[in-house]
């Protein structure tokens, strides 16, 4: 690949990822493994398609076990735990 020039293009989701890059993950065995586990998830906990609101936040390192959660909440969570790990200094 030449200099600047990026693997994905076009346009691109809030997060950052390029809609064709999520195109192609989702389409992996990895991603397809990923929707499973969340929609089982989502199931047992029994906010899928009923319009509550809630997303299904999963227990560290487990795909079977969690809790009902708003999505703000569930989503933040992910970037305290990723600005945790990054060493600062001033």
Same mark, same amino acid.
């Given at each position: 690949?030449?200099? #600047?020039?990026?693997?994905? =293009? @076009?346009?691109?989701?809030?997060? @950052? *990822?390029?809609?064709?890059?999520?195109?192609?993950?989702? /389409? $992996?065995?990895? @991603?397809?493994?990923?929707?499973?586990?969340? $929609?089982?998830?989502?199931? +047992?906990? @029994?906010?899928? #398609? *009923? #319009?509550?609101?809630?997303?299904?936040?999963?227990?560290?390192? =487990? $795909? &079977?076990?969690? /809790?009902?959660?708003?999505? =703000?909440? *569930?989503?933040?969570?992910? &970037?305290? +735990?990723?600005?945790?790990? +990054?060493?600062?200094?001033?």
């Amino acid at each position: 690949m030449e200099k #600047g020039k990026h693997r994905f =293009s @076009g346009p691109k989701y809030a997060n @950052g *990822n390029h809609k064709s890059q999520q195109k192609a993950y989702v /389409r $992996t065995e990895k @991603g397809k493994r990923i929707a499973r586990n969340a $929609t089982r998830l989502n199931r +047992k906990l @029994g906010t899928y #398609g *009923n #319009g509550d609101g809630l997303d299904s936040a999963h227990y560290e390192g =487990s $795909t &079977t076990k969690g /809790r009902p959660q708003k999505p =703000s909440i *569930n989503r933040a969570s992910r &970037t305290k +735990k990723k600005n945790k790990s +990054k060493l600062y200094i001033t």
